[in-house]
Structure formats: structure tokens, C-alpha cells
């Protein structure tokens, strides 16, 4: 049985990655191929506990940025051992809504935390582990906090100042261009179907 492949899809909020999900979801699909979609933080009980954690705004004690690093990599070492390396064994391809890359622009450059720390906290969860494609939707951070208040109340991380999400931004396009090997920068302000027209060519290009 060979190996699924694992995909993720990385992007600041409102970048339209739940779309293209599905977009990816349905062309593997099409191929034959067998498909789970998850997201992180989450996909597991565990996870999905840790996540809440997260993503809900408190006001009796706000969270400092190393505890979220760290509960971060918690909820993703769980998901990743416990769910996504045995999926991926039985011949599963993973679709992931983020994944590292995510704490690299979020804890690295929106936090401004010390990469050191980051990549010594991912080589303990991670290892050698990594997607086999990354899809990066960009989009300004000010579209993409208009379309995050469309979708209703904004979780802890959307509360941000936009200083913040230009900060995420701009590492993820700076990742993107140190590895565009792995790393596909899709341009998230065009009109849906041309997003999704661009996704699919990436993916023809995998030859599945």
C-alpha cells in the first residue's frame, strides 16, 4: 500500500482556506484517492479540548505567548502521532488547515518570539516530519479581517490588532520564497473560481 500524501493549506484570516479544502478534498477524490480533512489546532478530542483553549478570548487571565507555543505544539503533536502519520500509513491522503508554518508566522512573526525556541519545540513534535505541499493564500490582512467579521464573533487570535496579521504576512511570503519548492503562494484576493483554477494546476502537476 503506498504512502497518502499530506497536504496543507496556510494563510492570515479570511484567506479562503476552508474553500479551497474542499476544492482539494474533491479533485483527490475524483482521482480515487481516499481523503480526511483536519485542522489545527485540533482534529483529535485532545486537540479539539486544547484548541478551545486557544482560540477563546478570556478576560480573567490573558495567555502569555509561551504558553501558547507550547499548546500549540501539544495539540499538534497529538493530532500528528496519534492520527495523521497512521492515516498517511494506511494509504490516506491528509488534508491539514494549518499546520507548522502556521506557528512560524503566527508565534515567530506576529509574536516576534525567538525562532530558536520554536524550531527546538519542533524538533521534539516534529522531527523530520513534513507536508508534501503547502498551499499559502495570501490576501492583505485588511480584506482578510473584513471577511473574518463577516463570519460573526472574532475568536483570540482574529482580536489582534492588524499590525499583527502584516507581521504574519510577511513571514509566510518570506517562508514561501525560501522554500518554493514545497511552499505555493496562491493569491487569495482573486475571484473564487480563478483561486481554485490555480489550486487545481498545482495539483495536476502531482501527477496522482
Do not use: W
Not at 501539544?74 to 508554518?101: T, Y
Not at 503566527?106 to 525562532?115: L, S
Not at 473574518?148 to 517562508?175: P, W
Amino acid at each position: 500500500m503506498s504512502k497518502g500524501l499530506f497536504i496543507t493549506l496556510e494563510g492570515s484570516e479570511g484567506a479562503g482556506k476552508s474553500t479551497q479544502i474542499e476544492v482539494i478534498s474533491n479533485y483527490l477524490k475524483g482521482k480515487g484517492r481516499k481523503v480526511i480533512c483536519v485542522r489545527e489546532p485540533g482534529g483529535t478530542p485532545i486537540a479539539e479540548d486544547i484548541r478551545a483553549l486557544l482560540k477563546n478570548p478570556r478576560e480573567d487571565d490573558s495567555m502569555c505567548d509561551t504558553t501558547e507555543l507550547l499548546l500549540m505544539y501539544a495539540a499538534r503533536a497529538q493530532l500528528v502521532n496519534s492520527f495523521i502519520k497512521p492515516k498517511l500509513q494506511e494509504g490516506f491522503d491528509i488534508i491539514c488547515d494549518r499546520h507548522d508554518l502556521s506557528t512560524v508566522a503566527y508565534q515567530g512573526g506576529g509574536r516576534g518570539m525567538d525562532m530558536n525556541h520554536i524550531n527546538a519545540v519542533r524538533q521534539i513534535v516534529l522531527g523530520n516530519f513534513r507536508p508534501d505541499l503547502t498551499f499559502l493564500l495570501d490576501i492583505d490582512p485588511e480584506e482578510g479581517m473584513k471577511r473574518a467579521r463577516q463570519r460573526g464573533k472574532l475568536d483570540r487570535f482574529e482580536q489582534s490588532k492588524i499590525d499583527f496579521f502584516i507581521r504574519v504576512r510577511n513571514t509566510y511570503i518570506e517562508c514561501a520564497k525560501e522554500d518554493p519548492e514545497h511552499i505555493v503562494l496562491i493569491d487569495g484576493s482573486l475571484p473564487l473560481d480563478k483561486v481554485s483554477a490555480n489550486v487545481i494546476a498545482c495539483l495536476e502537476k502531482l501527477d496522482v
